[in-house]
């Protein structure tokens, strides 16, 4: 099975800043992983599908990148509506292991 | 508007069984594939479970490989979960979710049911 490694898991930062968040796959799943943001006591929300593509409705300020087994989610300008827990997810085969989640915290 | 609706979660003596429904409307849901995701308390998310739009393939997290049974009647809309062998590890909140068009990502979800199992 696919492993998905998130790093960090939690990390603090100010409105206004810029962070990344990586994902790290145990074999090669480009381009085929997906970032969802999730806030407390509501259902994930997609925002990033295929490693870059911003989901419909989904501020510019989110960006995908990555390829092969490393993928970054950076999200810049940070909102107060982004303090969230961010997860990835390989869709790779039918099994869409997440990856562990990043808290982003405020500062 | 994609609407997903949980129902059927509550509390499980370990050993027991549940069954987990998702009503579903606002898309065409014969055409989807749709899945199964839960979230332990204070944990992340676990994918649990996929099934094809005709239900004709059906795929499982080792964790509830042979205790889980996902099926789907596109006559009703509605996905369900059978549940049997109940763990206290299986207690979490359990979100339906609908695969993108051919696509394995979710962009729908629902906003779950909670499984407790205790005795």
């Known amino acids: 099975d696919i492993q998905m490694t998130q790093s960090p898991s939690t990390l603090s930062a100010s409105v206004g800043d810029s962070v990344t968040i990586t994902c790290r796959a145990s074999?090669?799943?480009?381009?085929?992983l997906a970032w969802y943001q999730q806030k407390p006591g509501k259902a994930p929300n997609l925002l990033i599908y295929?490693?870059?593509n911003l989901e419909s409705g989904v501020p510019s300020r989110f960006n995908g990148s990555g390829s092969g087994t490393e993928f970054t989610l950076t999200i810049s300008s940070l909102q107060p509506d982004d303090f969230a827990t961010y997860y990835c997810?390989?869709?790779?085969?039918?099994?869409?292991?997440f990856g562990q989640g990043t808290k982003v915290e405020i500062k | 508007e994609v609407q997903l609706l949980e129902s059927g979660g509550g509390l499980g003596q370990p050993g027991g069984s549940l069954r987990l429904s998702c009503a579903s409307s606002?898309?065409?849901?014969?055409?989807?594939?749709m899945n199964w995701v839960r979230q332990a308390p204070g944990k992340g998310l676990e994918w649990v479970s996929t099934?094809?739009?005709?239900?004709?393939?059906?795929y499982y997290a080792d964790s509830v490989k042979g205790r889980f049974t996902i099926s789907r009647d596109n006559s009703k809309n509605t996905l369900y979960m059978q549940m049997n062998s109940l763990r206290a590890e299986d207690t979490a909140l359990y979100y339906c979710?609908?695969?993108?068009?051919?696509?394995?990502?979710?962009?729908?979800w629902g906003q779950g049911t909670l499984v407790t199992v205790s005795s």
């Open positions: 979710a609908k695969s993108a068009r051919r696509q394995g990502y979710f962009d729908s």
């Open positions: 099934i094809t739009e005709s239900g004709g393939n059906k």
């Open positions: 074999q090669s799943i480009s381009p085929w």
């Open positions: 997810q390989h869709y790779y085969s039918y099994s869409g292991t």
């Open positions: 295929k490693a870059s």
């Open positions: 606002g898309f065409t849901f014969s055409s989807y594939a």
